[in-house]
């Protein structure tokens, strides 16, 4: 044996025995943090760490991408099904199809980002209802249509649980059943050490040290909270599940008439794509790998084929999020200990100085866990999501409507695409503020691309149409008085501008 091969094997048994270590290490600092709850306590507290124990050991064993880029595959025909080509069910066979499913919604996001305190989910979005009155008027209007009783699951955090709990109170009395359950609470580990920064288990006197994994822990959480055992019993076949605040995410009858096909071949895993433009590239997208189906994250690509992944032309697709996945399928994968989704390591700095390491998982990465996988390619309308304020202002705008809690483009909109919206800096980023700049929404139904930068403000009753760039440098101040059209306009400077 040479020198050299010596030299690699004594390299991976020192490695090896430094997994080990830190292992341990942390297997002992998550027993000191158990030892201080009581006994009612730790039972559900150590089913969270043992899980977090698993994704570490994981990642402590993980080297390189977990994709070989000139391993993945061209999607083969079918794997990405037509929405055209989907079959349209009949009003019995819907009311048939929704006894069978369960809607659950990821409800463990703050609105911090959008300067608000609380749930991102009880931000008003249309009409003074937020984004979980909406969810539960779509629901509620979808059962009492057909006479059926879907419920209606949320997946909160440590975060949003208490806010969310005092809402649903107010739902008691419509027909909608809500059952809420909370995801995991792992520990932030320092990135040095190992060690995790939580000297004590109370998640809310320290929450800084502990943080929600990401929503690829809805299969373990949701089958801990007992509510997958309860729904399987009750005959409930598939959920469909989304984030709350993707308000294009309504139930759909035609793809759940194809999950519930009679027979053997209907699909465990179903993922809705829409195709990519310039404004998603970065999003998560569907590859062959392995003779699989799986999603492809940008954090999973080598830096030398960032480009290539944000190709228009080489991926076409990117996920919605919009899952429908068969229930028995997870109780079956998390029995037999084959769920696999790749970690996404996301490092953060906090207040108190420490560097940390969060370790998560996306919930559509189990896609390849799964048997008769396949995408989707959904309409862009079921993909509507609300992360800034230039999202907010399309859904509060007359280019859609509302019916039974669900966003409806306007029919007046001669096109069906979005204008592309950019509206940047300060002055519009927090909600509070954002909306203190329109004394009302601007009519939008012919505009292509707004571009708002600066100190600018709207007065009541504006209308933008085609190409609309408002640009207030430092210092100057636009406002756009009431009553004003703009089409195809650059405005910049100190301006105030006039009806003629």
């Not at 006894?99 to 009409?127: A, D, F, H, Q």
């Not at 109780?331 to 906090?350: C, D, F, R, S, Y």
């Not at 002055?427 to 100190?455: N, Q, W």
Request: charged share 25%; with cysteine.
């Amino acid at each position: 044996m040479s020198a050299a091969t010596n030299s690699q094997m004594e390299s991976a048994d020192f490695q090896e025995a430094l997994q080990r270590d830190a292992a341990v290490r942390l297997e002992g600092d998550l027993e000191t943090l158990l030892a201080q709850l009581s006994p009612q306590e730790r039972a559900g507290r150590a089913q969270e760490l043992n899980g977090f124990s698993r994704l570490f050991g994981r990642f402590l064993k993980e080297k390189g991408p977990s994709v070989d880029w000139d391993r993945i595959e061209k999607l083969p025909a079918g794997a990405v099904r037509q929405y055209d080509s989907l079959n349209t069910p009949s009003e019995a066979r819907i009311k048939e199809m929704l006894g069978k499913l369960v809607v659950v919604k990821l409800n463990g996001g703050l609105g911090t980002s959008m300067g608000c305190r609380g749930p991102k989910s009880v931000i008003s979005v249309r009409n003074d209802l937020t984004f979980l009155d909406l969810t539960v008027q779509q629901i509620e209007h979808l059962n009492k249509k057909y006479g059926v009783n879907v419920p209606l699951v949320l997946m909160n955090s440590f975060n949003t649980d208490d806010d969310t709990q005092k809402i649903v109170r107010k739902y008691k009395n419509l027909q909608v059943e809500i059952h809420t359950f909370n995801q995991s609470c792992y520990p932030r580990i320092q990135r040095d050490t190992y060690h995790p920064v939580a000297k004590t288990p109370d998640v809310k006197g320290d929450v800084d040290a502990w943080y929600p994994p990401g929503h690829g822990d809805f299969y373990e959480s949701f089958k801990n909270s007992g509510l997958l055992t309860k729904f399987v019993k009750q005959g409930r076949q598939y959920c469909f599940l989304s984030n709350i605040d993707n308000l294009g995410a309504t139930v759909d009858t035609n793809i759940l008439d194809l999950v519930l096909a009679p027979g053997q071949d209907a699909p465990e895993f179903v993922m809705e794509v829409t195709d990519k433009t310039k404004a998603d590239v970065k999003g998560g997208t569907l590859i062959q790998y392995e003779n699989k189906l799986r999603l492809l994250e940008i954090a999973q690509v080598p830096k030398e084929h960032v480009d290539d992944f944000t190709s228009i032309k080489t991926f076409k697709f990117f996920n919605t999020n919009n899952l429908w996945i068969k229930l028995e399928a997870i109780e079956n994968i998390l029995a037999q200990g084959t769920l696999n989704m790749e970690i996404i390591v996301n490092p953060k700095h906090l207040d108190s100085g420490h560097d940390v390491v969060q370790l998560e998982t996306a919930v559509g990465a189990a896609m390849k866990c799964f048997d008769r996988g396949i995408g989707i390619n959904v309409p862009r309308s079921r993909f509507l999501p609300v992360k800034k304020t230039s999202d907010l202002l399309l859904v509060m705008s007359n280019l859609y409507t509302l019916q039974g809690g669900s966003l409806v483009m306007s029919p007046l909109r001669m096109f069906p695409t979005t204008p592309h919206v950019k509206i940047g800096d300060k002055h519009f980023t927090k909600v509070k503020e954002f909306l203190s700049r329109f004394a009302t929404i601007p009519d939008m139904l012919e505009l292509d691309h707004l571009t708002v930068s600066g100190d600018v403000t709207f007065g009541k009753g504006v209308s933008l149409r085609g190409t609309v760039i408002i640009i207030a440098n430092h210092g100057e101040r636009i406002d756009i008085p009431s009553g004003a059209i703009l089409e195809n306009k650059i405005v910049s400077g100190n301006l105030r501008i006039l009806n003629h």
